[in-house]
Antibody, heavy 120, light 109 residues
Framework: QVQLQESGPGLVKPSETLSLTCTVS?????????WGWIRQPPGKGLEWIGS???????YYNPSLKSRVTISVDTSKNQFSLKLSSVTAADTAVYYC?????????????WGQGTLVTVSS | QSALTQEASVSGTVGQKVTLSCTGN????????VGWYQQISHGAPKTVMF??SLPSGIPDRFSGSKSGTTASLTISGLQPEDEADYYC???????????FGGGTKLTVL
């Protein structure tokens, strides 16, 4: 069974860069699928941030594209999110997810999520 | 405003059949499979349907369908543990983005 676990700072200052890592177990990232990030501001719905294919090609939410970088480290079986110039509007629970079979960006397996608060 | 439209709330009694809908357009639902996600008490979402396939471990009282630009999630034999928020999602090629509906709050009376 695929398992995903987010990690990273729970508090980030405004204008700084939010950095999160998703560690995958039970499946090798290099074997396939899309791997992505989704977030949920407090009391609101889900928002897709972006996805990366195991080969490294990426898709980003157009509204966040200028600030987002998603990368893969196959040696550690991890993928990461960087979101620059954060503001209070970036406060949310951040989820990592594996894409649906055979090759879809839709989330299929989800991590438990990690709350990131943007505040000075 | 979400690219996909879902009912804000739906309710049903135990044992009843309920159907949640997700309406989009030809750029998204009309062209791609739809995923459905259950979120109980603001916990992590869980995939309960992708296209018309049930992920492993999901009860077969859940079923999915699509007609044109509207997707549906049907729960036959509603159970108390089905009370949750449900989100639909698919790819939108005009936006080049994965899009979500605003979510439906399902209440089991």
């Amino acid at each position: 069974q695929v398992q995903l676990q987010e990690s990273g700072p729970g508090l980030v200052k405004p204008s700084e860069t939010l950095s999160l890592t998703c560690t995958v177990s039970g499946y090798s990232i290099s074997s396939g699928y899309y791997w992505g990030w989704i977030r949920q501001p407090p009391g609101k719905g889900l928002e897709w941030i972006g996805s990366i294919y195991h080969s490294g090609s990426t898709y980003y939410n157009p509204s966040l594209k200028s600030r987002v970088t998603i990368s893969v480290d196959t040696s550690k079986n991890q993928f990461s999110l960087k979101l620059s110039s954060v503001t209070a509007a970036d406060t949310a629970v951040y989820y990592c997810a594996r894409g649906a079979p055979p090759v879809a960006t839709h989330a299929y397996y989800w991590g438990q999520g990690t709350l990131v608060t943007v505040s000075s | 405003q979400s690219a996909l439209t879902q009912e804000a709330s739906v309710s049903g009694t135990v044992g009843q059949k309920v159907t949640l809908s997700c309406t989009g357009n030809s750029n998204n639902i009309g062209s791609y499979a739809v995923g459905w996600y259950q979120q109980i008490s603001h916990g992590a979402p869980k995939t309960v349907m992708f296209g018309n396939s049930l992920p492993s471990g999901i009860p077969d009282r859940f079923s999915g369908s699509k007609s044109g630009t509207t997707a549906s999630l049907t729960i036959s034999g509603l159970q108390p543990e089905d009370e949750a928020d449900y989100y639909c999602s698919t790819w939108d090629y005009s936006l080049s983005a994965q899009v979500f509906g605003g979510g439906t709050k399902l209440t089991v009376l």
